[in-house]
């Protein structure tokens, strides 16, 4: 039995290539169907109802063009959007699988970094304490992040005192643990852990969510099988050069983008 249709995989930008990076690692049989959603970047600041409709728009594309099951690579989205989806693919989010991570690696405070939206939410917080209820958890909305790494400042002094503006407040307040609660901030990693020091463990979802997806693609009987072709696309809603530079870095490898309308599947 194989299943060699593609795995869709959509964020509102350049941020979930980690989650595809980290998925080709631990599937390298599978393909990917990938879509930044430019155009509506970032999530991050909008309303629930508005991520949500964007989420549902991003779905019924990737189900149009055949995958055979959805990462919402996009923790907004995972956060606000979720349990309002209308799909029959299975769908997975990043949000659950990086709070389990986080709370088996916590010593018992746990700091969490990620959009506006997904502060608000509380997703991270409360699924960390569904997991250890005693867990202390601090988190913070960290804006200026995603439009620095969309510029591809990833190792910038501005960049950097910018962290350090959003950061030392957690590190002051003791936290042993650290969520990247955007798949934007996995590109910044090397500054995040020279700000917070070698005390604090970082945990990024997008390997926590692949490890996840490589688990129970065989339960549900839609694995490729390992003869099959590996096939890789990449759409986006807005051309950029920019997202291309920072696929290629990303992916390490030329990545060539497909234009599209979300509204019709169709390629324009």
């Known amino acids: ?69 959805v990462v919402v690579a996009c923790n907004t989205a995972s956060a606000l959007a979720l349990d309002r989806l209308a799909t029959d693919l299975p769908v997975w989010g990043v949000v659950e699988p990086g709070s389990a991570r986080a709370a088996e690696a916590s010593r018992g405070r746990v700091g969490v970094i990620a959009t506006e939206a997904t502060v608000l939410s509380d997703a991270y917080g409360r699924a960390l304490q569904r997991r250890r209820p005693a867990l202390e958890v601090v988190s913070r909305a960290c804006p200026l992040f995603v439009p620095l790494v969309e510029e591809g400042w990833l190792d910038d002094p501005v960049t950097e005192a910018v962290a350090r503006r959003y950061l030392e407040p957690l590190v002051a307040a003791g936290i042993d643990t650290l969520v990247l609660g955007c798949t934007h901030y996995p ?23 692949a490890g996840q997806v490589a688990r129970q693609l065989p339960r549900r009987r839609l694995e490729t099988a390992g003869d099959a072709r590996r096939e890789d696309h990449f759409c986006v809603t807005d051309g950029s050069a920019r997202f291309g530079r920072l696929a290629r870095e990303i992916l390490a490898r030329e990545v060539t983008l497909e234009l599209v309308d979300v509204g019709t599947g169709e390629g324009r």
């Open 1 to 69: 039995m194989s299943d060699p249709r593609p795995i869709g995989v959509f964020d509102s930008g350049v941020g979930g290539l980690t989650v595809a990076a980290a998925l080709a690692r631990a599937l390298p049989g599978e393909s990917i169907l990938y879509l930044g959603d430019t155009a509506r970047l970032p999530y991050g600041t909008k309303s629930p109802e508005t991520v949500a409709r964007y989420t549902q728009a991003n779905v019924d594309f990737l189900a149009a063009r055949g995958v055979k099951a």
């Open 187 to 209: 590109l910044l990693v090397p500054l995040l852990e020279r700000v917070v020091g070698a005390g604090i463990a970082l945990v990024d979802s997008a390997a926590a969510v």
